[in-house]
């Protein structure tokens, strides 16, 4: 029989961690449903597909196997990457310092795009930069081709925007003192996106992070699905990190997250955290876990204070890839992201770290975990200190 397959069917689909949606000959595909696909970035094939024959194991081998699993031997298999990635026409680079040329690098590597730009007001600095990823396309063999400029109009057609530039820290500075001066970085680039890019994703790594994100809402115009930060990504790697570290496991057996702002008010979430699928306090100590929770906090000043000029550039990068492998659907599920928040977990007219399904079309919805008392705590503590350093109470 014919189906009329609506918009519905498509949220189905993605909820289920799919990217390519079957329709059969008969079925009438709504235009409000093909719209959805495009937005979430899920391909409408053509079917019948065909169905893998489902391998079929022994009792006494699916046992064994199981209770391997059990075992604290036992070490979490690598996830299987999405074959169906979208592949980006354009990505553009504010910034080739250390994070823009390394995100520059891990995108080429990954030969995620047609082109990638690389603007940045140091002359020479971008096209460098370009010109050295080039060379290396010869052992590589990637097909994306790297420019390089001063010129801010070379965004122009970009699909996604991610900014690095501006004022580094110091050692003995905060985030928060770099508000002034990297709002002045923001503001100018967010005029060219808006001229050039107007319906480009942007990405904020700029420090301090949720308050330029916020700044770049404002100057752009855009709605909150299209400017994300890249905070959450970062802080939840240098928590699993630590508690890796801590328990003697590797990072793959570390399930964990950090919300919040990007900054001392960051909330790590202990109610989610699982090392080898089990509660932390089977692994650590609760000072232990403390600790770990206190590396996150100044794990970027450690960095900086090591570098003594400059701050960290290989996790961030790492963690803005990670975005925009969510973004064009490399992986799936939620990931910390800053956003706007509209009521979500009850923060209203604020950029905060929180859990959030991405797509094509950027942010998609807020993943809405249930938290503990103190972690909800914790997330509104860290609103009112981005509200206050703004002047928005």
């Known amino acids: ?12 689909a993605r909820q289920r961690g799919r990217v390519v949606f079957e329709v059969l000959e008969g079925d009438i595909v709504t235009a409000l449903a093909r719209e959805s696909a495009a937005r979430l970035g899920i391909k409408l094939i053509d079917g019948p597909l065909g169905v893998a024959a489902q391998p079929v194991t022994e009792g006494g081998t699916a046992l064994r196997r199981g209770l391997y699993r059990r ?13 169906n990635a979208r592949r980006f026409g354009k990505i553009a680079l504010v910034g080739a310092g250390g994070v823009g040329s390394n995100i520059a690098h891990l995108a080429a590597n990954a030969d995620m795009a047609d082109q990638i730009a690389l ?25 994306a081709r790297c420019t390089g ?10 699909d996604v925007i991610v900014v690095t530039a501006g004022r580094a820290r110091t050692p003995g500075m905060s985030r928060a003192d770099l508000i002034q001066t990297n709002t002045r970085v923001i503001h100018a680039t967010a005029e060219a996106i808006r001229t050039q890019a107007p319906d480009a994703i942007v990405i904020v790594v700029t420090n301090p992070l949720d308050e330029m994100t916020v700044e770049m809402l404002r100057a752009t115009g855009f709605p909150r699905e299209r400017v994300l930060g890249m905070a959450g990504t970062l802080d939840s790697s240098r928590f699993r990190n630590a508690l890796a570290l801590a328990a003697g496991v590797t990072p793959a057996d570390v399930t964990a997250i950090t919300l ?12 989610h955290a699982r090392i080898k699928g089990r509660p932390l306090d089977l692994f650590l100590s609760q000072d232990k876990i403390a600790a770990c929770v206190q590396d996150v906090i100044t794990g970027g000043g450690q960095v900086v204070a090591l570098k003594k000029s400059g701050s960290a550039t290989i996790a961030p990068a790492h963690s803005s890839v990670e975005l925009l492998n969510h973004i064009r659907g490399a992986k799936l599920g939620s990931v910390p992201v800053s956003v706007m928040l509209e009521g979500e ?9 929180v859990p959030a399904h991405l797509g094509a079309s950027g942010l998609i919805e807020v993943d809405q975990i249930k938290l503990t008392r103190d972690e909800q705590s914790a997330l509104h503590a860290a609103a009112e200190a981005i509200r206050t350093r703004l002047g928005l109470t």
Do not use: C, Q, Y
């Not at 029989?1 to 189905?12: A, C, K, L, Q």
């Not at 075992?71 to 074959?83: D, E, G, H, L």
């Not at 007001?121 to 590589?140: K, V």
């Open 1 to 12: 029989m014919s189906r009329v397959i609506g918009s519905e069917h498509i949220e189905d």
């Open 71 to 83: 075992s604290p031997k036992w070490v979490t298999p690598r996830a299987s990457k999405t074959r």
């Open 119 to 143: 603007i940045d007001i140091a002359p020479g600095m971008a096209a460098a930069t370009a010109l050295d990823l080039n060379h290396a396309s010869g052992i590589t063999g990637t097909k």
């Open 149 to 158: 400029s001063e010129n801010l109009a070379d965004i122009s057609g970009a």
């Open 260 to 271: 919040g702002s990007h900054g001392d008010e960051m909330a790590s979430i202990l109610s």
């Open 345 to 353: 977990f009850g923060v209203n007219g604020v950029v905060l770290g």
